[in-house]
């Protein structure tokens, strides 16, 4: 395993690992190991990747960012509250850092699908995992940045940061994927080292995938048979999506699930 020498704002040592299981697996064996909090293993390839709800995750080698973060925490009641959306916007926020500091411009927004995405116009670009346990949490991201050929299945789900670019969007190369990762740990140490306070639900919810529009929620597993249609209001104070009924004026909290935007 190799050391990186890059920008860390969480004082941790970067890994490099040119092929792996999965980033979230190395880093749970970092943690084992002692490794404190802000530790990062990124690697080119996974070939055991997976998503939230057990999804797999695939993409080709070398043309994207995987990478995971492990964060040490002395209990729960001192962990960032909901971390998941906050890395999101962290995220969300660099990719556009990236493309600016580049001279280049995206065609669409950048967009933070509850719970767990990052959407680039109508197609994701980024997947969030985060895991826990004993005071340890684990924030596995997947940035599809380079790439620009995906599966017949997936051409209209998914997009790179590079298919999102105007005409020069040949200017990003696998290589940009470290200076990706250097900016993306910068703001996601702002924001999760501040003070908690409502700073982050502002941000958050000038781009929330969907907001004000017509939805569709699955609160449970995604094979449930019961839906919330109604149009999404916003993000309440502990994370949860607020979604108007017909007919309704107050939001029920959606808590647990996801939302279907793939119809």
Not at 157 to 169: R, V
Request: charged share 25%; proline share 5%; with cysteine.
């Amino acid at each position: 395993m190799k050391k990186l020498s890059l920008v860390n704002p969480f004082g941790a040592s970067l890994f490099y690992e040119d092929t792996v299981s999965s980033t979230m697996d190395v880093s749970r064996i970092l943690a084992e190991r002692g490794e404190p909090h802000g530790t990062v293993i990124i690697a080119d390839f996974q070939n055991a990747g997976r998503g939230r709800i057990g999804r797999t995750w695939t993409a080709h080698k070398g043309e994207n960012l995987f990478f995971t973060i492990l964060l040490r925490y002395a209990g729960y009641a001192v962990m960032p509250k909901v971390l998941t959306l906050k890395t999101g916007l962290a995220v969300s926020l660099a990719i556009e850092d990236f493309v600016k500091n580049r001279g280049l411009s995206l065609r669409e927004s950048v967009q933070v699908k509850w719970p767990n995405d990052i959407m680039i116009g109508s197609r994701k670009a980024v997947g969030i995992l985060t895991e826990g346990n004993s005071g340890v949490v684990y924030i596995g991201i997947g940035v599809n940045l380079a790439q620009t050929q995906f599966p017949q299945a997936l051409r209209e789900k998914a997009t790179s940061i590079a298919l999102g670019c105007d005409e020069k969007s040949s200017n990003i190369r696998s290589e940009d994927r470290f200076p990706l990762l250097e900016t993306i740990l910068a703001e996601l140490y702002q924001i999760i080292t501040v003070p908690d306070d409502d700073q982050w639900r502002t941000q958050l919810l000038d781009r929330l995938y969907m907001r004000n529009k017509p939805v569709r929620f699955i609160p449970g597993p995604p094979d449930s048979t019961v839906s919330i249609e109604g149009v999404l209001r916003g993000i309440g104070p502990q994370g949860e999506l607020l979604i108007v009924l017909e007919g309704e004026t107050k939001p029920v909290s959606c808590i647990a699930g996801e939302l279907d935007v793939y119809r």
